[in-house]
């Protein structure tokens, strides 16, 4: 044996799996065809935050006069927010090189597919540098992600110029002044946020009824209209025909309740999904159940194939980073024998658009599916005394708690910064807490997640400042 544990793919599912891994004391390999960090780290989450960041402080800067504030005249360095983005991506990157030497896990830079081997399968890997190297370890964790989903049928397909996915969207050489965006999930209204910052006209088109569809409907509704203020165009229930090239970006022809429609822009982006990163891998060969681009896997992230286990977005959804170390961190600890508590830990959903959306459990609508009486509380920020000092009164908090037992099942939030409060609930869902633990709990003054404290209140007609 080579090593104990190779570790296939490098994002947020797998290098965190290895650091485990190495921190139970398990000679740990990891596989990487591009760079350390994965999508999260170099194409997604947090080059994204970068960008934001530069949009809503250039946004600010139009609202000054609101907090007695002046500037001559703003403008902004387009090719200088990108390379902050990618300055931010490469430091994080460099990061986890860090920590992979500091816990003596082997990097392996290339390509690896699966084969036959002694137990677990072997593991051979095309080396970036050229020539190959095969390996065997005692497991081996498929952590390779997944990419955007494309539909080449009506034209949503990447092109790099005209039409882009969020890895074109990320390093684009100058800024489009109008825009197209097709999908209204977290990637598509991330962008579309941060390109309205910087003044693009921009649409966005969705297929379902309702924009941010996973969230509660009244979170859709409000963000839709926060969205609306600042200048965002929706076509909601929205099917796209085609999407062509034109001689000076773009046409998407669209039926909208029946009415055809065609929108016109300088660029496309295409954020319809993602889909698991499963082709090359060998994996047919080797017996291992695939389902709509997923892994089909156990509760521990086994694929039934002896020592071979996946987790991340590759096992199905939700597609999300901290889920893809959250299961990588259970599936090394199972592979220890150390018996993990089962993954029942709600996973919290973060939008981090301007206003912010996050939440953690059911919606409404999903509690009452499930035959649960509820109980619904709800708070807005503009009667929260941080929020009207701050000038940030957009948004509110919705609990929905299960009237029979009080148990809290879900939690939604709109507004400023409130993807760093969700954590508070997602945090009482785990812990089981009912209203009482949430009534009982003392919350700074002043915060904004005085709000959380209100809208548990709420739902049992205890509100203070209503
Ligand atoms: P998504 O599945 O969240 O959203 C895609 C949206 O496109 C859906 O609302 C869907 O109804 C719509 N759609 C699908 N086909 C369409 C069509 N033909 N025309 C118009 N609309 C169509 O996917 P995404 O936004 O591409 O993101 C991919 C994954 O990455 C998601 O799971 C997402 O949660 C995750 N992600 C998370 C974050 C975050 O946590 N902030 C950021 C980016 C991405």
Redesign the pocket.
């Known amino acids: 044996m080579d090593f104990d544990v190779i570790v296939i793919g490098a994002g947020p599912g797998g290098y965190v799996t290895a650091i485990r891994a190495a921190q139970l004391g398990l000679k740990t390999a990891i596989v990487e065809r591009e760079a350390l960090g994965g999508v999260c780290l170099n194409w ?2 947090i080059p ?1 935050k970068a960008l934001l960041k530069s949009g809503e402080v250039y946004e600010q800067l139009g609202h000054l006069a609101d907090y007695g504030l002046k500037v001559e005249k703003a403008s902004f360095d387009f090719a200088g927010v990108i390379a902050r983005s990618r300055k931010v991506s490469a430091q994080l990157n460099a990061g986890v090189g860090f920590l992979m030497k500091k816990h003596k896990i082997e990097v392996v830079e290339g390509e690896a597919t699966l084969e036959k081997g002694q137990g677990a399968p072997k593991v051979v890997v095309a080396l970036k540098a050229g020539g190959s190297r095969s390996l065997q370890a005692r497991h081996v964790i498929l952590a390779t992600g ?1 990419r ?2 494309t ?1 080449p049928a ?1 034209g ?1 397909e990447p092109d790099g110029e005209r039409v882009w996915t ?1 890895r074109e969207a990320m390093v684009p050489k100058a800024a489009p002044k109008s825009l197209v965006v ?9 962008f579309a946020s941060f390109y309205r910052a910087l003044g693009a006209d921009v649409t966005v ?4 009824p309702r ?4 969230e509660d409907e009244e979170v859709s509704k409000a963000a839709q209209k926060a969205f609306e203020r600042r200048g965002l165009k929706f076509r909601v229930g ?3 025909k085609k999407l062509s090239k034109s001689k000076s970006g773009v046409e998407v022809a669209l039926e909208v309740g029946g009415k055809a429609e065609t929108l016109a822009a300088d660029v496309a982006i ?5 889909v698991g990163n499963v082709e090359g891998l060998g994996l047919e060969a080797l017996g291992v159940k695939v389902e709509k681009t997923h892994v089909v896997t156990d509760a521990h992230g086994g694929t039934g194939v002896p020592g071979l286990y996946a987790i991340g ?1 590759l096992a199905g ?5 901290h889920k893809a170390s959250h299961e990588g961190v259970h599936c090394i600890e199972h592979i220890a024998g150390l018996k993990p508590s089962n993954l029942t830990a709600p996973i919290p ?4 658009a301007n206003p912010q959306v996050a939440s953690v459990g059911l919606t409404e609508a999903q509690a009452k599916e499930k035959g649960i009486a509820v109980k619904v509380g709800r708070f807005p920020f503009k009667v929260n005394g941080k929020a009207i000092a701050s000038g940030e009164t957009e948004g509110f908090v919705k609990t929905v708690f299960d009237a029979a037992t009080g148990a809290l099942v879900g939690a939604h939030m709109i507004g400023a910064e409130v ?1 760093e409060m969700i954590q508070g609930y997602a945090l009482a869902i785990t812990l089981e807490a009912t209203e009482a633990e949430l009534h009982a709990t003392v919350y700074p003054h002043p915060t904004m997640s005085e709000a959380m404290h209100e809208s548990a209140l709420d739902a049992f007609g205890k509100v203070l400042h209503i």
Request: hydrophobic fraction near 55%; proline fraction near 7%.
């Open positions: 997604g989450c994204t997944a955007a989903r539909i009506v949503l969020y097709i999908g209204s999930g977290a990637i598509g209204i991330e088109v969705e297929a379902l924009i941010l569809p996973v929205a099917a796209v295409v954020a319809v999904g993602i977005d959804p939700p597609w999300l980073a959903g973060c939008t981090y993807t």
